[in-house]
């Protein structure tokens, strides 16, 4: 079961670093834990089956344009596609 938890949690980390990386990490090796913090959340958001995509778009979003302050004009749209992975990641377990 950890294992299963450990990869799972990796999973949602790669996704977070490719499909959402509103700072555009993704190509720095020594920067592949930047988002762990937040992956951690994404990760007992994922974990717990009431949170939807929309819920974690929403954490993804609110986490780009608040906290980073970025502008929110692309960050919905890699919100959405990140957490739309992410719930994916359901089905692998």
Do not use: C, Q
Not at 13 to 36: F, Q, T
Not at 57 to 84: G, Q, V, W
């Amino acid at each position: 079961m950890a294992h299963d938890t450990d990869k799972i949690r990796a999973l949602v980390r790669d996704v977070l670093l490719r499909d959402w990386g509103p700072i555009g990490i993704s190509d720095i090796p020594e920067a592949k834990d930047e988002y762990d913090a937040y992956a951690d959340v994404v990760f007992g958001m994922l974990i717990n089956e009431n949170a939807t995509a929309e819920d974690i778009a929403n954490y993804l979003f609110k986490i780009a344009t608040e906290h980073m302050a970025l502008p929110d004009r692309e960050m919905a749209k890699l919100s959405e596609t990140a957490a739309a992975a992410i719930v994916a990641l359901r089905s692998n377990r």
